[in-house]
């Protein structure tokens, strides 16, 4: 009996810890998400800076006849290595939380450590984007441009699948956000084809273009040229290659992240 009892006290206790550091991570939760909303207002007039200035992100046209120009391949070397070390601080606390979320249980240092992570996340998205926006406004490059870049850069052809950040056990929530992500990368490419086609196009371009939408239409969410990239974009990354791999960070899944026409608020729906 009275081993049942110690057993009891402790599970009291134990469950009693854990109500109190809910209740307290409860309340910190609030008061920094308070911080992080406010962070994520100025983050949100900054792309609608951003939009106004360079356009929405859908409206991008890549180079018509796919050669990415040298000058705009330095700029987004600039904005990586102006956001690396924000990025580097957000990528690990998604590591953190990631390795939380795929645990069964939790215990109370889990529930610490999650209250931590969440906490540093929102900040870190926040900073991250910051940084971001600022980086593309001082360097003159548009949020689509960018995204753009980033998808061509780290993901096509490369072998690296842009996952989620965090895993998603119901695929009803999921297929509207790839969905909303494929339709960016087809927006690209058939801005890129309707260029391509109003000037003199090299012989198979066009087709080309057309077979990588096809390509985009069906199966899985892919990234653009993922079985490689045309020869003209290929030959200009060449050079590149090396410095872009330096300020890569696993953050495809806050590449489009935002709103992708003036006036529709500030979105976390995709990436």
């Keep these: 009996m009275a081993g049942k ?13 854990l109500i109190v550091l809910t209740i307290i991570g409860g309340t910190l939760v609030w008061r920094s998400g ?4 406010s962070a ?4 949100g007039d900054s792309q609608e800076a951003l939009a106004q200035q360079y356009g929405a992100l859908r409206e991008y046209a890549p180079p018509s006849d796919g050669r990415l120009g040298a000058d705009r391949l330095e700029i987004f070397l600039a904005v990586q290595t102006a956001i690396h070390e924000p990025g580097a ?12 979320e795929e645990k069964k249980s939790i215990g109370p240092r889990n529930v610490i450590t999650g209250i931590r992570s969440l906490m540093g996340l929102g900040h870190s998205v926040a900073a991250y ?8 406004l001082d360097h003159g490059m548009g949020l689509g441009e960018y995204s753009y870049l980033y998808v061509i850069v780290y993901h096509a052809g ?3 699948e842009l996952r989620p950040a965090f895993s998603m056990r119901d695929s009803g929530e999921m297929e509207p956000r790839l969905d909303r992500l494929r339709g960016h990368f087809k927006a690209w490419l058939t801005n890129q084809r309707e260029a391509a086609a109003s000037s003199n196009p090299a012989p198979g371009w066009l087709e080309t273009l057309d077979n990588e939408l096809a390509r985009l239409t069906t199966g ?8 490689g990239l045309p020869e003209a974009t290929a030959s200009s990354l060449e050079p590149y290659r090396v410095r872009m791999d330096e300020f890569y960070l696993p953050l495809g899944a806050l590449l489009c992240i935002g709103a992708d026409k003036s006036g529709e608020g500030f979105d976390f729906e995709i990436q």
């Design 220 to 227: 899985e969410l892919h990234a653009p040229w993922r079985d």
């Design 5 to 17: 009892r110690n057993w009891l006290m402790g599970c009291g206790v134990g469950c009693l810890a």
């Design 89 to 100: 601080e957000l990528a690990g606390f998604i590591d953190v939380v990631s390795l939380l």
């Design 40 to 43: 994520l207002d100025a983050v």
């Design 34 to 37: 308070k911080q992080v909303v």
């Design 158 to 160: 490369t072998g690296r």
């Design 129 to 136: 984007l910051d940084a971001r926006n600022s980086a593309l």
